[in-house]
């Protein structure tokens, strides 16, 4: 059965770092490109951070740019997303993704919400 599992979120001040992970069960992690994704009342989803298979690609939006880096562990299955310096405009609920690499089958975590106070 396939699962992702997202935790690392929680409740910080501004300036303040957090690590998100993703633990996935049931396919094959190496197959997939994998993202993060967040999401606030009201608005869109939007995505955060782009990872290749092997990992030596990556892709940001600008807002995180220098601030968060996005990794995976192939041998693990987990996607991790490490983030730095927050700021209140970070505060979202945080999914990750994967998507079959040229396929549109993607799966998605149930999210983890991170909270940050000015």
């Known amino acids: 059965q396939v699962k992702l599992v997202e935790s690392g979120g929680g409740l910080v001040q501004s300036g303040e770092s957090l690590r998100l992970s993703c633990t996935t069960f049931?396919?094959?992690?190496?197959?997939?490109?994998m993202s993060w994704y967040r999401q606030t009342p009201g608005k869109e989803r939007e995505l955060v951070a782009d990872?290749?298979?092997?990992?030596?690609?990556?892709l940001y939006a600008d807002s995180v740019k220098g601030r968060f880096t996005i990794s995976r562990d192939n041998h693990r299955s987990i996607l991790y997303l490490q983030m730095n310096n927050l700021n209140p405009d970070d505060t979202a609920v945080y999914f990750c993704?994967?998507?079959?690499?040229?396929?549109?089958?993607?799966?998605w975590g149930q999210g983890t919400q991170v909270t940050v106070s000015s």
């Open positions: 990872i290749t298979l092997s990992g030596g690609g990556t």
């Open positions: 049931g396919f094959t992690f190496s197959d997939y490109v």
């Open positions: 993704k994967a998507r079959k690499f040229g396929r549109t089958l993607e799966y």
